[in-house]
Protein backbone atom coordinates (compact mmCIF):
# COMPACT_ATOMS: atom_id res chain seq x y z
CA UNK A 1 0.00 0.00 0.00
CA UNK A 2 1.49 3.61 -0.57
CA UNK A 3 2.44 5.85 1.72
CA UNK A 4 1.50 9.96 2.31
CA UNK A 5 4.81 11.69 2.79
CA UNK A 6 4.33 12.20 6.62
CA UNK A 7 4.47 8.04 6.85
CA UNK A 8 7.62 8.07 4.51
CA UNK A 9 9.68 10.45 6.35
CA UNK A 10 8.78 8.74 9.71
CA UNK A 11 9.48 4.98 7.84
CA UNK A 12 12.37 6.73 6.73
CA UNK A 13 13.79 7.96 10.44
CA UNK A 14 12.46 4.59 11.88
CA UNK A 15 14.75 2.70 9.76
CA UNK A 16 11.51 0.71 8.47
CA UNK A 17 10.61 -0.01 4.77
CA UNK A 18 6.72 0.84 5.77
CA UNK A 19 4.93 2.12 8.47
CA UNK A 20 1.18 3.01 8.64
CA UNK A 21 -1.13 4.79 10.58
CA UNK A 22 -1.66 4.23 14.19
CA UNK A 23 1.78 2.37 14.48
CA UNK A 24 3.87 3.73 17.47
CA UNK A 25 7.78 4.26 15.89
CA UNK A 26 10.93 5.59 17.80
CA UNK A 27 12.49 7.71 15.23
CA UNK A 28 16.20 9.47 14.77
CA UNK A 29 15.76 13.42 14.70
CA UNK A 30 17.37 15.24 12.58
CA UNK A 31 17.09 18.72 13.89
CA UNK A 32 16.07 19.09 17.77
CA UNK A 33 15.01 23.18 18.48
CA UNK A 34 13.72 25.06 21.87
CA UNK A 35 13.07 29.05 22.33
CA UNK A 36 13.84 31.00 25.75
CA UNK A 37 10.08 29.92 27.36
CA UNK A 38 10.44 26.20 26.56
CA UNK A 39 14.82 25.86 26.37
CA UNK A 40 15.25 26.55 30.10
CA UNK A 41 12.91 23.80 31.65
CA UNK A 42 14.31 21.51 28.98
CA UNK A 43 17.60 22.17 29.87
CA UNK A 44 16.71 20.94 33.78
CA UNK A 45 15.05 17.63 32.75
CA UNK A 46 17.95 16.67 30.19
CA UNK A 47 20.33 17.43 33.34
CA UNK A 48 18.47 14.78 34.99
CA UNK A 49 18.52 12.06 32.23
CA UNK A 50 22.89 12.32 32.69
CA UNK A 51 24.00 11.75 28.85
CA UNK A 52 25.69 14.73 26.89
CA UNK A 53 23.67 16.40 23.75
CA UNK A 54 23.15 13.67 20.78
CA UNK A 55 24.71 15.97 18.60
CA UNK A 56 25.28 19.50 18.96
CA UNK A 57 25.12 19.98 15.22
CA UNK A 58 21.23 19.11 15.15
CA UNK A 59 20.14 20.92 18.29
CA UNK A 60 18.79 25.26 17.57
CA UNK A 61 18.59 26.74 21.00
CA UNK A 62 16.24 30.33 19.67
CA UNK A 63 16.15 33.41 22.08
CA UNK A 64 13.06 35.01 20.53
CA UNK A 65 9.94 34.69 22.65
CA UNK A 66 10.70 37.71 25.73
CA UNK A 67 13.79 38.85 24.17
CA UNK A 68 15.62 41.28 24.17
CA UNK A 69 14.62 40.21 27.77
CA UNK A 70 11.42 42.10 28.51
CA UNK A 71 12.58 41.92 32.58
CA UNK A 72 14.99 40.21 35.12
CA UNK A 73 13.39 36.71 34.84
CA UNK A 74 13.23 36.87 31.51
CA UNK A 75 16.95 37.69 31.43
CA UNK A 76 17.82 34.73 34.03
CA UNK A 77 15.83 32.78 30.95
CA UNK A 78 17.71 33.75 28.34
CA UNK A 79 20.67 33.20 30.57
CA UNK A 80 20.06 29.48 31.15
CA UNK A 81 20.13 28.86 27.39
CA UNK A 82 22.50 31.23 26.52
CA UNK A 83 25.34 29.22 29.29
CA UNK A 84 24.00 25.91 28.01
CA UNK A 85 24.51 26.88 24.49
CA UNK A 86 28.41 27.81 24.93
CA UNK A 87 28.94 25.20 27.16
CA UNK A 88 27.60 22.55 24.84
CA UNK A 89 29.01 24.36 21.48
CA UNK A 90 25.55 24.21 20.20
CA UNK A 91 25.68 25.26 16.38
CA UNK A 92 22.50 26.73 15.77
CA UNK A 93 22.08 29.31 19.05
CA UNK A 94 22.03 32.61 17.48
CA UNK A 95 22.31 36.24 19.93
CA UNK A 96 20.16 39.53 19.73
CA UNK A 97 21.56 41.11 16.79
CA UNK A 98 21.57 38.29 14.87
CA UNK A 99 18.12 36.01 16.05
CA UNK A 100 14.91 36.40 14.49
CA UNK A 101 11.38 34.56 14.76
CA UNK A 102 12.58 31.12 15.46
CA UNK A 103 10.07 29.63 12.71
CA UNK A 104 11.19 32.62 10.15
CA UNK A 105 14.90 32.20 10.22
CA UNK A 106 15.41 28.15 10.50
CA UNK A 107 13.56 27.91 7.02
CA UNK A 108 15.67 31.35 6.35
CA UNK A 109 19.39 30.17 6.87
CA UNK A 110 18.98 26.73 5.73
CA UNK A 111 18.56 24.79 8.73
CA UNK A 112 15.60 22.64 8.63
CA UNK A 113 15.30 21.22 4.58
CA UNK A 114 13.18 18.64 2.51
CA UNK A 115 12.40 14.93 3.88
CA UNK A 116 13.84 15.99 7.25
CA UNK A 117 12.32 15.68 10.96
CA UNK A 118 11.97 17.86 13.02
CA UNK A 119 10.83 18.59 16.55
CA UNK A 120 10.64 21.82 18.35
CA UNK A 121 9.29 23.07 21.88
CA UNK A 122 7.30 25.62 20.76
CA UNK A 123 3.96 24.56 19.11
CA UNK A 124 4.02 26.19 15.69
CA UNK A 125 7.18 24.00 15.03
CA UNK A 126 4.92 22.32 12.07
CA UNK A 127 5.76 25.63 10.41
CA UNK A 128 8.55 23.29 8.28
CA UNK A 129 6.20 21.34 6.81
CA UNK A 130 6.33 24.08 3.87
CA UNK A 131 9.64 22.85 3.10
CA UNK A 132 8.55 19.17 2.78
CA UNK A 133 9.77 18.57 6.48
CA UNK A 134 7.98 16.82 8.72
CA UNK A 135 8.09 18.76 11.86
CA UNK A 136 6.04 18.96 14.84
CA UNK A 137 5.52 20.51 18.15
CA UNK A 138 6.33 18.94 21.31
CA UNK A 139 6.87 19.75 25.29
CA UNK A 140 10.07 20.22 27.36
CA UNK A 141 10.42 16.90 28.50
CA UNK A 142 9.82 15.32 24.89
CA UNK A 143 12.45 17.73 23.89
CA UNK A 144 14.70 17.07 26.62
CA UNK A 145 14.91 13.42 25.96
CA UNK A 146 15.42 14.45 22.56
CA UNK A 147 18.75 16.45 23.53
CA UNK A 148 20.26 13.57 25.26
CA UNK A 149 19.12 10.56 22.57
CA UNK A 150 18.63 12.11 19.11
CA UNK A 151 15.38 10.12 19.27
CA UNK A 152 11.76 10.56 19.75
CA UNK A 153 8.15 8.62 19.84
CA UNK A 154 5.62 9.19 17.26
CA UNK A 155 2.45 7.65 16.72
CA UNK A 156 2.37 7.62 13.10
CA UNK A 157 -0.89 9.93 12.13
CA UNK A 158 -3.60 9.47 9.62
CA UNK A 159 -3.37 12.23 7.10
CA UNK A 160 -6.16 14.58 6.03
CA UNK A 161 -5.70 15.25 2.08
CA UNK A 162 -5.93 18.89 1.39
CA UNK A 163 -6.92 18.73 -1.93
CA UNK A 164 -6.12 23.04 -3.71
CA UNK A 165 -7.86 23.87 -6.81
CA UNK A 166 -8.00 27.13 -8.62
CA UNK A 167 -6.54 30.56 -8.93
CA UNK A 168 -5.63 32.67 -5.90
CA UNK A 169 -7.17 36.09 -6.50
CA UNK A 170 -5.72 39.10 -5.39
CA UNK A 171 -5.33 40.71 -1.74
CA UNK A 172 -5.73 36.68 -0.94
CA UNK A 173 -2.50 35.11 0.87
CA UNK A 174 -1.39 31.85 2.62
CA UNK A 175 -3.42 33.28 6.00
CA UNK A 176 -7.39 33.40 3.94
CA UNK A 177 -6.14 29.79 2.98
CA UNK A 178 -5.13 28.31 6.23
CA UNK A 179 -7.96 30.34 8.35
CA UNK A 180 -10.82 28.87 5.47
CA UNK A 181 -9.54 25.62 6.26
CA UNK A 182 -9.18 26.20 10.09
CA UNK A 183 -13.06 27.48 9.54
CA UNK A 184 -14.51 24.35 7.22
CA UNK A 185 -12.69 21.66 10.01
CA UNK A 186 -12.96 23.53 13.14
CA UNK A 187 -9.58 24.30 15.78
CA UNK A 188 -9.74 20.00 16.27
CA UNK A 189 -10.46 19.16 12.91
CA UNK A 190 -7.05 17.72 12.15
CA UNK A 191 -6.23 16.32 15.70
CA UNK A 192 -3.78 13.40 16.20
CA UNK A 193 -3.49 13.53 12.34
CA UNK A 194 -1.58 15.27 9.46
CA UNK A 195 -2.65 17.48 7.25
CA UNK A 196 -1.08 17.00 3.27
CA UNK A 197 -1.61 19.55 0.58
CA UNK A 198 -2.23 18.31 -2.99
CA UNK A 199 -3.36 19.51 -6.00
CA UNK A 200 -2.77 21.80 -8.75
CA UNK A 201 -3.12 24.96 -6.65
CA UNK A 202 -0.25 24.29 -4.31
CA UNK A 203 2.00 25.89 -7.57
CA UNK A 204 -0.18 28.90 -6.77
CA UNK A 205 1.16 29.46 -3.49
CA UNK A 206 4.15 31.21 -2.51
CA UNK A 207 7.12 29.95 -0.14
CA UNK A 208 5.76 32.31 2.10
CA UNK A 209 2.09 31.38 1.89
CA UNK A 210 2.98 27.56 2.33
CA UNK A 211 5.03 28.58 5.63
CA UNK A 212 1.83 30.68 6.82
CA UNK A 213 -0.14 27.53 6.20
CA UNK A 214 1.71 25.27 7.36
CA UNK A 215 2.38 27.26 10.73
CA UNK A 216 -1.36 27.14 11.49
CA UNK A 217 -1.49 23.49 11.13
CA UNK A 218 -1.81 23.49 14.45
CA UNK A 219 -4.53 25.39 15.25
CA UNK A 220 -6.47 23.16 13.34
CA UNK A 221 -5.22 20.32 16.00
CA UNK A 222 -2.78 18.89 13.78
CA UNK A 223 0.49 17.14 14.04
CA UNK A 224 1.99 18.24 10.99
CA UNK A 225 1.12 20.75 7.75
CA UNK A 226 3.04 19.11 5.20
CA UNK A 227 3.67 20.40 1.24
CA UNK A 228 5.37 18.50 -1.50
CA UNK A 229 8.28 19.17 -3.21
CA UNK A 230 7.68 21.12 -6.40
CA UNK A 231 9.22 23.97 -8.27
CA UNK A 232 8.92 26.30 -5.63
CA UNK A 233 10.17 24.73 -2.89
CA UNK A 234 13.28 23.35 -4.89
CA UNK A 235 14.33 27.12 -5.60
CA UNK A 236 14.04 28.07 -1.89
CA UNK A 237 15.74 25.39 -0.50
CA UNK A 238 18.86 25.20 -3.17
CA UNK A 239 19.67 28.87 -2.16
CA UNK A 240 19.73 28.21 1.53
CA UNK A 241 20.63 24.69 2.64
CA UNK A 242 24.25 23.36 2.15
CA UNK A 243 23.81 20.16 3.20
CA UNK A 244 22.29 17.14 0.90
CA UNK A 245 18.90 16.05 1.76
CA UNK A 246 16.01 14.17 0.51
CA UNK A 247 12.62 14.98 -0.24
CA UNK A 248 9.34 13.00 -0.50
CA UNK A 249 6.39 12.99 -2.63
CA UNK A 250 3.03 11.03 -1.90
CA UNK A 251 2.40 7.24 -3.01
CA UNK A 252 -0.28 7.86 -5.74
CA UNK A 253 -2.30 5.06 -4.04
CA UNK A 254 -1.64 6.64 -0.13
CA UNK A 255 -4.32 6.14 1.97
CA UNK A 256 -6.22 9.73 3.45
CA UNK A 257 -8.36 10.00 6.26
CA UNK A 258 -10.52 12.19 4.13
CA UNK A 259 -9.93 14.48 1.76
CA UNK A 260 -11.22 18.20 2.48
CA UNK A 261 -11.16 20.75 -1.25
CA UNK A 262 -10.02 24.14 -1.75
CA UNK A 263 -11.01 26.33 -4.46
CA UNK A 264 -8.39 29.09 -4.04
CA UNK A 265 -10.43 31.27 -6.43
CA UNK A 266 -13.48 31.35 -4.62
CA UNK A 267 -11.39 32.76 -1.42
CA UNK A 268 -12.40 36.32 0.38
CA UNK A 269 -10.35 38.10 2.53
CA UNK A 270 -11.56 36.56 6.17
CA UNK A 271 -10.75 37.15 9.57
CA UNK A 272 -11.01 34.99 12.82
CA UNK A 273 -13.24 36.15 15.48
CA UNK A 274 -12.47 36.16 19.21
CA UNK A 275 -11.54 33.75 21.11
CA UNK A 276 -10.62 30.63 18.62
CA UNK A 277 -9.22 30.26 15.06
CA UNK A 278 -11.80 28.74 13.94
CA UNK A 279 -14.66 31.84 14.07
CA UNK A 280 -13.87 32.82 10.50
CA UNK A 281 -16.28 35.11 8.49
CA UNK A 282 -15.48 37.04 5.45
CA UNK A 283 -14.32 40.22 5.96
CA UNK A 284 -17.32 42.03 3.77
CA UNK A 285 -19.91 40.40 5.97
CA UNK A 286 -18.58 41.75 9.49
CA UNK A 287 -20.16 45.25 9.46
CA UNK A 288 -18.30 47.76 11.35
CA UNK A 289 -15.76 46.61 14.30
CA UNK A 290 -13.96 49.74 15.51
CA UNK A 291 -10.03 48.34 16.56
CA UNK A 292 -7.32 49.69 18.98
CA UNK A 293 -4.51 48.07 17.62
CA UNK A 294 -2.94 45.82 14.54
CA UNK A 295 0.47 43.70 14.62
CA UNK A 296 1.96 43.23 11.39
CA UNK A 297 4.50 40.02 12.40
CA UNK A 298 5.28 37.31 13.83
CA UNK A 299 6.20 33.43 12.46
CA UNK A 300 2.83 33.41 10.63
CA UNK A 301 3.40 36.35 9.03
CA UNK A 302 6.32 38.33 9.79
CA UNK A 303 7.93 37.56 6.29
CA UNK A 304 9.13 39.75 3.81
CA UNK A 305 6.59 39.10 1.31
CA UNK A 306 4.32 40.25 4.62
CA UNK A 307 5.95 43.35 5.04
CA UNK A 308 5.79 44.35 1.09
CA UNK A 309 2.15 43.64 1.90
CA UNK A 310 1.91 45.89 4.52
CA UNK A 311 4.02 48.44 2.67
CA UNK A 312 1.95 48.04 -0.77
CA UNK A 313 -1.37 49.05 1.37
CA UNK A 314 0.50 51.58 3.64
CA UNK A 315 2.35 54.02 1.04
CA UNK A 316 1.37 57.10 1.19
CA UNK A 317 -1.43 56.86 3.97
CA UNK A 318 -1.38 57.18 7.31
CA UNK A 319 -2.18 54.69 10.30
CA UNK A 320 -5.82 56.18 11.76
CA UNK A 321 -5.39 58.09 14.76
CA UNK A 322 -7.49 56.04 16.77
CA UNK A 323 -4.95 52.82 15.93
CA UNK A 324 -1.94 51.79 16.82
CA UNK A 325 0.26 49.44 14.37
CA UNK A 326 3.50 47.63 14.93
CA UNK A 327 5.35 46.17 12.77
CA UNK A 328 7.63 43.38 13.56
CA UNK A 329 9.94 42.23 10.79
CA UNK A 330 10.57 38.09 11.35
CA UNK A 331 14.15 38.05 11.10
CA UNK A 332 17.85 40.82 11.08
CA UNK A 333 17.61 39.65 7.14
CA UNK A 334 13.95 40.35 6.56
CA UNK A 335 14.48 43.98 8.63
CA UNK A 336 17.54 45.13 6.54
CA UNK A 337 15.64 44.17 3.09
CA UNK A 338 12.70 45.94 4.27
CA UNK A 339 15.18 49.32 4.86
CA UNK A 340 16.82 48.64 1.25
CA UNK A 341 13.36 48.45 -0.22
CA UNK A 342 12.41 51.43 2.05
CA UNK A 343 9.61 50.00 3.14
CA UNK A 344 10.55 51.18 7.25
CA UNK A 345 10.28 54.50 5.77
CA UNK A 346 6.98 54.23 4.18
CA UNK A 347 5.98 52.65 7.78
CA UNK A 348 7.06 55.58 10.16
CA UNK A 349 5.79 58.11 7.78
CA UNK A 350 2.69 56.30 7.97
CA UNK A 351 2.86 56.58 11.64
CA UNK A 352 4.05 52.59 12.48
CA UNK A 353 5.98 51.26 15.57
CA UNK A 354 9.09 49.68 13.75
CA UNK A 355 10.28 46.52 16.13
CA UNK A 356 12.76 44.20 16.14
CA UNK A 357 12.52 40.66 15.57
CA UNK A 358 10.16 38.93 18.19
CA UNK A 359 7.33 37.34 19.33
CA UNK A 360 6.45 39.49 21.54
CA UNK A 361 3.13 40.52 21.64
CA UNK A 362 1.77 37.39 19.54
CA UNK A 363 1.67 36.05 22.88
CA UNK A 364 1.20 38.41 24.91
CA UNK A 365 4.87 39.16 26.11
CA UNK A 366 5.61 42.58 25.45
CA UNK A 367 6.02 44.88 22.82
CA UNK A 368 2.02 45.70 22.42
CA UNK A 369 0.23 44.30 25.11
CA UNK A 370 -4.29 45.11 25.27
CA UNK A 371 -6.06 46.48 27.99
CA UNK A 372 -9.39 45.19 28.88
CA UNK A 373 -11.63 46.24 26.22
CA UNK A 374 -9.13 46.79 23.06
CA UNK A 375 -9.28 44.89 19.94
CA UNK A 376 -6.28 43.80 17.90
CA UNK A 377 -6.15 43.09 14.28
CA UNK A 378 -3.09 40.78 14.10
CA UNK A 379 -1.59 39.03 11.94
CA UNK A 380 -0.43 36.09 14.22
CA UNK A 381 -1.71 32.89 15.12
CA UNK A 382 -4.03 32.85 18.24
CA UNK A 383 -7.06 34.77 19.70
CA UNK A 384 -7.70 32.86 22.07
CA UNK A 385 -8.96 34.83 25.48
CA UNK A 386 -6.19 36.93 27.11
CA UNK A 387 -3.75 35.62 24.57
CA UNK A 388 -2.44 38.90 23.30
CA UNK A 389 -3.13 40.93 27.06
CA UNK A 390 -6.07 41.72 29.27
CA UNK A 391 -8.56 38.62 29.77
CA UNK A 392 -11.66 41.02 28.11
CA UNK A 393 -9.46 42.48 24.98
CA UNK A 394 -9.93 40.89 22.17
CA UNK A 395 -7.36 39.50 19.00
CA UNK A 396 -9.15 39.23 15.19
CA UNK A 397 -6.66 37.25 13.27
CA UNK A 398 -5.78 38.08 9.56
CA UNK A 399 -3.63 38.64 6.31
CA UNK A 400 -1.29 41.33 5.97
CA UNK A 401 -3.61 42.59 3.78
CA UNK A 402 -6.48 42.88 6.15
CA UNK A 403 -4.12 44.55 8.59
CA UNK A 404 -3.02 46.77 6.70
CA UNK A 405 -5.73 48.28 5.75
CA UNK A 406 -7.72 47.76 8.94
CA UNK A 407 -5.04 50.69 10.05
CA UNK A 408 -5.68 53.01 7.52
CA UNK A 409 -9.37 52.79 7.91
CA UNK A 410 -9.55 52.35 11.89
CA UNK A 411 -11.96 49.27 11.72
CA UNK A 412 -11.90 45.93 10.32
CA UNK A 413 -11.81 46.18 6.34
CA UNK A 414 -11.45 44.53 2.76
CA UNK A 415 -7.80 45.55 1.16
CA UNK A 416 -10.04 47.31 -1.51
CA UNK A 417 -11.39 49.96 1.10
CA UNK A 418 -7.76 51.85 1.45
CA UNK A 419 -6.38 50.49 -2.38
CA UNK B 1 -3.39 4.80 40.97
CA UNK B 2 -6.43 5.07 42.73
CA UNK B 3 -7.79 8.56 43.75
CA UNK B 4 -11.31 10.01 44.91
CA UNK B 5 -11.95 13.52 44.59
CA UNK B 6 -14.20 16.52 43.42
CA UNK B 7 -14.58 18.00 40.19
CA UNK B 8 -13.18 21.30 38.61
CA UNK B 9 -16.01 21.12 35.53
CA UNK B 10 -14.42 23.22 32.31
CA UNK B 11 -15.42 23.22 28.93
CA UNK B 12 -14.18 22.56 25.03
CA UNK B 13 -11.04 23.97 23.55
CA UNK B 14 -9.53 24.91 26.69
CA UNK B 15 -6.17 26.24 25.65
CA UNK B 16 -2.63 26.54 27.34
CA UNK B 17 -2.72 30.05 27.64
CA UNK B 18 -5.86 30.09 29.74
CA UNK B 19 -4.44 27.44 31.77
CA UNK B 20 -1.29 29.06 32.89
CA UNK B 21 -0.77 32.87 30.54
CA UNK B 22 2.33 33.58 29.13
CA UNK B 23 2.49 36.40 31.61
CA UNK B 24 3.86 33.76 33.68
CA UNK B 25 5.73 31.95 31.93
CA UNK B 26 9.06 33.91 32.59
CA UNK B 27 9.37 31.00 35.31
CA UNK B 28 9.12 27.30 34.84
CA UNK B 29 8.75 27.09 39.36
CA UNK B 30 6.28 24.41 39.32
CA UNK B 31 4.71 26.12 42.85
CA UNK B 32 4.83 29.37 41.27
CA UNK B 33 3.08 28.36 38.15
CA UNK B 34 0.39 27.08 40.13
CA UNK B 35 -0.82 30.24 41.50
CA UNK B 36 -1.77 31.51 38.43
CA UNK B 37 -3.46 28.21 36.72
CA UNK B 38 -6.49 28.82 35.29
CA UNK B 39 -6.76 32.52 36.47
CA UNK B 40 -7.99 33.84 33.21
CA UNK B 41 -11.32 31.95 33.44
CA UNK B 42 -11.57 30.74 36.76
CA UNK B 43 -10.41 33.11 39.62
CA UNK B 44 -11.36 30.88 42.44
CA UNK B 45 -9.44 27.58 41.19
CA UNK B 46 -5.80 28.58 42.50
CA UNK B 47 -7.50 29.75 45.58
CA UNK B 48 -9.97 26.95 46.55
CA UNK B 49 -8.29 23.78 44.74
CA UNK B 50 -7.46 20.76 47.39
CA UNK B 51 -4.85 18.14 46.66
CA UNK B 52 -7.11 15.31 45.49
CA UNK B 53 -9.77 17.43 43.41
CA UNK B 54 -9.99 16.43 40.01
CA UNK B 55 -10.09 18.48 36.67
CA UNK B 56 -12.57 17.64 34.01
CA UNK B 57 -12.65 19.35 30.54
CA UNK B 58 -14.86 18.95 27.03
CA UNK B 59 -13.25 18.22 23.69
CA UNK B 60 -9.86 19.54 22.53
CA UNK B 61 -8.46 19.91 26.15
CA UNK B 62 -4.96 21.66 26.42
CA UNK B 63 -4.78 23.28 22.46
CA UNK B 64 -2.64 25.81 21.63
CA UNK B 65 1.05 26.51 23.12
CA UNK B 66 3.06 23.14 23.29
CA UNK B 67 4.28 24.70 27.11
CA UNK B 68 4.66 22.50 29.29
CA UNK B 69 4.30 24.99 32.21
CA UNK B 70 0.32 23.59 31.81
CA UNK B 71 0.65 20.77 32.36
CA UNK B 72 2.86 21.42 35.24
CA UNK B 73 0.37 23.92 36.97
CA UNK B 74 -2.14 21.72 36.93
CA UNK B 75 -0.38 18.93 38.55
CA UNK B 76 1.09 21.36 41.10
CA UNK B 77 -2.16 22.23 42.04
CA UNK B 78 -2.56 19.18 43.42
CA UNK B 79 -4.76 17.36 40.50
CA UNK B 80 -3.74 14.23 40.13
CA UNK B 81 -5.51 13.40 37.11
CA UNK B 82 -7.38 15.00 33.98
CA UNK B 83 -10.08 13.88 32.52
CA UNK B 84 -11.61 15.10 28.94
CA UNK B 85 -13.45 14.43 25.77
CA UNK B 86 -10.37 14.41 24.06
CA UNK B 87 -6.83 16.28 24.31
CA UNK B 88 -4.62 18.22 21.97
CA UNK B 89 -2.17 16.05 20.92
CA UNK B 90 0.89 18.14 22.76
CA UNK B 91 -0.51 18.78 26.09
CA UNK B 92 -1.69 14.60 25.83
CA UNK B 93 2.37 13.50 25.66
CA UNK B 94 3.51 16.06 27.87
CA UNK B 95 1.13 14.56 30.05
CA UNK B 96 2.04 11.95 29.85
CA UNK B 97 5.88 12.82 30.25
CA UNK B 98 5.20 14.67 33.08
CA UNK B 99 3.64 11.27 35.31
CA UNK B 100 -0.19 13.23 35.30
CA UNK B 101 -2.45 11.49 34.14
CA UNK B 102 -5.16 12.05 31.58
CA UNK B 103 -8.19 9.87 30.42
CA UNK B 104 -9.92 10.43 27.14
CA UNK B 105 -13.67 9.39 27.39
CA UNK B 106 -15.14 10.96 24.64
CA UNK B 107 -19.00 12.13 24.86
CA UNK B 108 -19.38 10.65 28.29
CA UNK B 109 -17.48 13.51 29.78
CA UNK B 110 -20.99 15.68 29.02
CA UNK B 111 -22.58 13.14 32.12
CA UNK B 112 -19.52 14.67 34.84
CA UNK B 113 -20.64 17.87 36.31
CA UNK B 114 -19.08 20.72 38.27
CA UNK B 115 -18.61 19.43 41.69
CA UNK B 116 -19.58 15.66 41.28
CA UNK B 117 -17.58 12.90 43.32
CA UNK B 118 -15.58 10.56 41.07
CA UNK B 119 -14.09 7.81 42.32
CA UNK B 120 -11.15 7.00 39.54
CA UNK B 121 -8.24 3.82 39.30
CA UNK B 122 -5.77 5.12 36.97
CA UNK B 123 -4.81 1.53 36.22
CA UNK B 124 -8.13 0.39 34.71
CA UNK B 125 -9.23 4.07 33.42
CA UNK B 126 -11.96 2.82 35.31
CA UNK B 127 -14.28 5.95 36.19
CA UNK B 128 -17.29 6.13 38.66
CA UNK B 129 -19.37 8.94 39.17
CA UNK B 130 -20.23 8.34 42.76
CA UNK B 131 -22.88 11.58 42.66
CA UNK B 132 -24.66 10.35 39.34
CA UNK B 133 -24.05 6.61 39.67
CA UNK B 134 -22.24 6.41 36.09
CA UNK B 135 -19.30 4.32 35.44
CA UNK B 136 -17.31 4.88 32.27
CA UNK B 137 -13.59 3.43 30.89
CA UNK B 138 -10.89 5.55 29.63
CA UNK B 139 -9.54 4.24 26.22
CA UNK B 140 -6.17 2.51 27.33
CA UNK B 141 -2.93 3.87 25.97
CA UNK B 142 -1.36 2.00 23.18
CA UNK B 143 2.12 0.04 23.45
CA UNK B 144 5.28 1.64 25.01
CA UNK B 145 3.32 4.42 26.04
CA UNK B 146 1.61 2.58 28.90
CA UNK B 147 5.26 1.80 30.34
CA UNK B 148 5.98 5.60 30.05
CA UNK B 149 3.00 6.44 32.27
CA UNK B 150 3.39 3.21 34.52
CA UNK B 151 7.56 4.81 34.75
CA UNK B 152 5.69 7.98 35.93
CA UNK B 153 6.96 10.55 33.20
CA UNK B 154 9.48 9.97 30.00
CA UNK B 155 12.60 10.72 31.99
CA UNK B 156 11.97 8.26 34.95
CA UNK B 157 11.37 5.51 31.47
CA UNK B 158 14.73 6.80 29.60
CA UNK B 159 16.54 6.48 33.11
CA UNK B 160 15.16 3.04 33.19
CA UNK B 161 16.59 2.36 30.08
CA UNK B 162 20.18 3.49 30.86
Redesign the interface.
Known amino acids: MGMTMSEKILARHAKLANVEAGQ ?1 VICDLDLVMAND ?2 G ?2 SI ?2 FE ?4 PVFDAEKIALIPD ?2 QPA ?2 I ?2 A ?2 AKIMRDFARKNKIAHYFEQGRVGIEHVILPEFGIVAPGMLII ?4 H ?1 CTYGAVNAFST ?6 L ?2 GL ?2 GKA ?1 F ?1 VPEAINVHLTGKKPKNICGKDVILTLIGKIG ?2 GA ?2 KALEFTGEGVAQLSMTDRLTISNMA ?1 EA ?1 A ?1 AGVFPFDEACELYVSRRVKKSFEPVQADADAKYFSTVEINLSELKPVVALPH ?1 PENVKPVDELGEIKINQVVIGSCTNGRLEDLGIAAGILRGKKVHPDVRCIIIPGSQEIYKEAMRCHWLEVFIDAGCVVSCPTCGPC ?3 YMGILSAGERCVSTTN ?1 N ?4 MGH ?1 DSEVYLASPFVAAASAVTGKISTPDEVI | MKIEGKVWRYGDNIDTDVIIPARYLNTFDPMELAKHCMVDIDENFAANVKAGDIMVGGKNFGCGSSREHAPVAIKASGIPVVIAASFARIFYRNGINIGLPLLEIGDAAEKISAEDILKIDTSTGTIENLTTGDIFHARPLPGFVQEIADAGGLINYIKSKN
Open positions: LVTPPKEKIGRHFKDKSDLGADSTGVGTTDAVATWKVDLYIGKLLGGRFRGRV
